[in-house]
């Protein structure tokens, strides 16, 4: 069975803080690997990754794939308090000739003014 | 603008009774998805479907159902409600290849008394 998990479970920072957020997977015939931003609704796309190191930077969020490793993180440099959120960790793999996403439980961080 | 929408989006529910939730796309996306999301748990696949009368079930279906009649729409029904099934309900579409990640709903918070 597919399996993604992510640490930590929560983080607490200060505004200016960087935090790395992890996430390992094991699953079989792997595709790519998505972070999610989850504030009050829906989860909304950060990053898709399908090649190993080649980090992809969007402002203060980069990620990074390691595909021997098995893992990602998600880096957040210069935190603001409109960072506070759940950040998913997804993992595409296929089953045949379709695809299917399993998410991790997520990492609850709060950032503090 | 394509979009997903889910309705509705909050619902008070009592134990024993039948209760559908709707989810319509007009990305004319061939697949479809419903999670729950309870703390400690994560986003958990209930029932996908890759086309127009295909269903699947997921990692906790007991309890549900869906049914695919056209593209647009996944209807998932929870055929006696019980208050283990208190959670809030995302739907999610994707393309075929699934390659370019999910397109979620606002979700649906459901409240089983």
């Known amino acids: 069975e597919d399996k993604v998990v992510q640490s930590p479970l929560s983080l607490v920072v200060h505004e200016g803080d960087t935090v790395t957020l992890n996430c390992s997977y094991e699953v079989t015939n792997f595709r790519s690997l998505l972070w999610y931003k989850q504030e009050k609704k829906a989860p909304t796309f950060l990053f898709m990754l399908t090649s190993s190191g080649i980090e992809k930077k969007s402002g203060r969020l980069s990620s990074i794939l390691d595909k021997k490793e098995l893992f990602s993180i998600l880096n957040i440099t210069a935190t603001q308090t409109g960072d506070s959120a759940i950040y998913l960790c997804?993992?595409?793999?296929?089953?045949?000739?379709?695809?299917?996403?399993?998410f991790g439980k997520g990492t609850l961080l709060t950032v503090n003014p | 603008d394509a979009e997903i929408t889910q309705s509705p989006r909050h619902k008070i529910t009592e134990t024993g009774r039948q209760v559908t939730l709707a989810c319509h796309q007009t990305w004319n996306h061939n697949n479809m998805f419903w999670y729950r999301q309870d703390l400690g748990h994560g986003l958990r696949l209930i029932h996908y479907s890759y086309g127009v009368h295909d269903t699947n079930k997921g990692e906790v279906s007991d309890g549900y159902s869906v049914s695919r009649s056209n593209t647009e729409d996944l209807p998932l029904t929870l055929e006696s409600a019980a208050s283990s099934q208190t959670s809030v309900y995302f739907c999610a579409s994707s393309k075929w290849t699934g390659l370019y990640g999910y397109t979620f709903g606002s979700g649906t918070r459901l409240t089983v008394v």
């Open positions: 997804a993992v595409m793999a296929s089953g045949g000739s379709n695809y299917k996403l399993t």
